[in-house]
């Protein structure tokens, strides 16, 4: 593997508690490692949250944790997340309009740019969603301004005018 392709790849695993501390640690420990790697948080955050909270409450089996993955291949984030209860494969529904749950793996799917589900060895099942990321801002060019506002105010130095665009003074 050469040193390009090594840098461009990264991951993240930690094992949770399958409980609604352990779906919150989640979050917050995604949260953070998107922020030392620089990525945007949204929608990923968003989505470690409901595939967390989907853990811990439909995935949980007493004494067994479950795993979240945060992996970074080229322009693509992939999260997973893989509890011991394989034998509940995720499904996205819409529920009732006045159900007070059960609209988590529909969120996932509006967020993700793909989705879905693999079973493990038994009795693991990994569900997981990719999520492109946007592409890395190049350096400014040397001598032109690099804030990246297009209405900037321009000064005239000869005869102290402000203006928006660049003209000639009087």
Request: charged residues 20%; hydrophobic residues 40%.
């Amino acid at each position: 593997m050469n040193q390009e392709t090594a840098a461009s790849i990264r991951n993240f695993s930690v094992l949770l508690s399958p409980t609604p501390r352990g779906a919150r640690l989640a979050r917050l420990l995604a949260t953070e490692q998107l922020r030392s790697w620089e990525l945007p948080l949204d929608p990923a955050v968003h989505i470690v949250a409901e595939l967390a909270a989907n853990a811990a409450t439909h995935g949980r089996v007493p004494g067994r944790d479950f795993r979240l993955t945060l992996y970074v291949v080229g322009g693509t984030l992939r999260i997973e997340v893989t509890d011991t209860r394989g034998d509940r494969p995720p499904c996205a529904q819409l529920p009732s309009a006045d159900a007070e749950s059960g609209r988590g793996l529909v969120l996932v799917d509006a967020l993700a740019d793909r989705w879905g589900a693999a079973p493990g060895p038994y009795p693991r099942k990994t569900v997981w969603a990719e999520v492109a990321l946007p592409e890395p801002v190049s350096a400014p060019e040397p001598g032109r301004p690099c804030c990246g506002a297009t209405g900037a105010l321009l000064l005239c130095s000869p005869c102290n005018h402000w203006s928006r665009v660049r003209t000639t003074c009087p």
